[in-house]
């Protein structure tokens, strides 16, 4: 579309046009915005028409890999990101002075080596700035904590930051890497194994989300030269169950080496010396969407990232150990 000469004023922008804007500009389509939104792709498009129509210029352009800013479209988006980071902080700062004393909930989920070892820290000093903050705490394994983000009903995940198609429209801002490695119980018939080859015909229990499941088969078996194990590979949901469940039988899983740390007291679980190496993995803030974040959850962060510094240093030594196995980035 072509700007075109007019002496009529333009109609004044509208806030929802703003907010639209800059949803399918980061997410990079209606549809993902609509998700990310809660609104309709209709009402998304409808809103996003006018303003063209309105200021006789357009401001996407359809491309092979979804749509793309034409300059106007770059230019006005700029202002719309300040106008809709400036209303955010004034809905802010109203919401805190409205809910002084009042109760507010926030909805958390946690990757289960940081529950274990930073949480308790955490939950200590932002229950002591924010006593009237309810919180609802989640496992925050990807196949569970991805769509509940998704859904709108989890505010904020410290957990594995997506990568690729598994990451669609979350955001994740790294803070934490870590290794993985591929863990049985103590006394496992193959636990002097030294090669995935080895393991090829046992059982193996695994999170993922579909999105993630091939990068993680990859990771594991195919860049190894393996195939995947057809039929042996299970899904689990829960961190305890996977632990449990490896603890007692002959299941084999790939676990984190901060969460094997936290689970080394007990005996129960061992990694194995395999030859193979395998890629890290990042720990992060995980999102949906690019927006700001609610109050409650910028100062949870602010005191998960105070609680990293203080606890790099802690003589307690199941942190110490969780600490010489992570690298913190930020």
């Given at each position: 579309?072509?700007?075109?000469?007019?002496?009529?004023?333009?109609?004044?922008?509208?806030?929802?046009?703003?907010?639209?804007?800059?949803?399918?500009?980061?997410?990079?389509?209606?549809?993902?915005?609509?998700?990310?939104?809660?609104?309709?792709?209709?009402?998304?498009?409808?809103?996003?028409?006018?303003?063209?129509e309105g200021h006789r210029l357009a401001l996407f352009?359809?491309?092979?890999?979804?749509?793309?800013?034409?300059?106007?479209?770059?230019?006005?988006?700029?202002?719309?990101?300040?106008?809709?980071?400036?209303?955010?902080?004034?809905?802010?700062?109203?919401?805190?002075?409205?809910?002084?004393?009042?109760?507010?909930?926030?909805?958390?989920?946690?990757?289960?080596?940081?529950?274990?070892?930073?949480?308790?820290?955490?939950?200590?000093?932002?229950?002591?700035?924010?006593?009237?903050?309810?919180?609802?705490?989640?496992?925050?394994l990807s196949a569970v904590a991805h769509p509940r983000?998704?859904?709108?009903?989890?505010?904020?995940?410290?957990?594995?930051?997506?990568?690729?198609?598994?990451?669609?429209?979350?955001?994740?801002?790294?803070?934490?890497?870590?290794?993985?490695?591929?863990?049985?119980?103590?006394?496992?018939?193959?636990?002097?194994?030294?090669?995935?080859?080895?393991?090829?015909?046992?059982?193996?229990?695994?999170?993922?989300?579909?999105?993630?499941?091939?990068?993680?088969?990859?990771?594991?078996?195919?860049?190894?030269?393996?195939?995947?194990?057809?039929?042996?590979?299970?899904?689990?949901?829960?961190?305890?169950?996977?632990?449990?469940?490896?603890?007692?039988?002959?299941?084999?899983?790939?676990?984190?080496?901060?969460?094997?740390?936290?689970?080394?007291?007990?005996?129960?679980?061992?990694?194995?010396?395999?030859?193979?190496?395998?890629?890290?993995?990042?720990?992060?803030?995980?999102?949906?969407?690019?927006?700001?974040?609610?109050?409650?959850?910028?100062?949870?962060?602010?005191?998960?990232?105070?609680?990293?510094?203080?606890?790099?240093?802690?003589?307690?030594?199941?942190?110490?150990?969780?600490?010489?196995?992570?690298?913190?980035?930020?």
């Amino acid at each position: 579309m072509t700007s075109l000469p007019s002496t009529a004023a333009a109609p004044a922008m509208k806030l929802h046009q703003m907010r639209y804007l800059v949803a399918v500009a980061g997410c990079g389509s209606v549809r993902a915005a609509s998700r990310s939104l809660g609104v309709t792709q209709s009402a998304i498009t409808q809103a996003l028409r006018e303003l063209e129509e309105g200021h006789r210029l357009a401001l996407f352009e359809r491309q092979s890999s979804g749509i793309a800013l034409t300059p106007a479209g770059h230019a006005l988006l700029r202002h719309a990101q300040l106008i809709t980071a400036q209303i955010a902080q004034a809905e802010d700062e109203m919401a805190r002075l409205r809910g002084h004393g009042a109760a507010t909930r926030l909805s958390v989920g946690v990757t289960p080596w940081v529950g274990q070892s930073l949480l308790p820290h955490v939950l200590r000093s932002f229950r002591a700035e924010l006593p009237q903050v309810r919180l609802e705490l989640f496992e925050g394994l990807s196949a569970v904590a991805h769509p509940r983000l998704r859904e709108g009903t989890m505010d904020l995940l410290i957990g594995r930051v997506p990568q690729g198609a598994s990451a669609g429209d979350l955001h994740g801002m790294p803070l934490l890497r870590y290794e993985a490695t591929v863990v049985a119980r103590a006394g496992h018939p193959l636990a002097g194994a030294r090669s995935l080859a080895a393991l090829t015909d046992c059982d193996w229990l695994l999170n993922y989300t579909p999105p993630e499941e091939e990068a993680l088969v990859q990771r594991i078996f195919l860049r190894h030269g393996l195939p995947v194990p057809a039929g042996r590979i299970h899904l689990v949901h829960s961190a305890s169950l996977l632990l449990h469940l490896v603890a007692h039988s002959d299941m084999l899983s790939f676990c984190p080496w901060p969460l094997i740390e936290c689970s080394a007291p007990q005996g129960r679980i061992v990694p194995l010396a395999l030859r193979e190496q395998f890629e890290p993995h990042t720990v992060g803030v995980v999102q949906r969407g690019h927006g700001r974040l609610p109050w409650p959850a910028e100062r949870f962060v602010h005191h998960l990232m105070e609680q990293v510094r203080a606890c790099r240093h802690s003589p307690d030594p199941v942190l110490q150990r969780v600490f010489r196995s992570i690298d913190v980035l930020a």
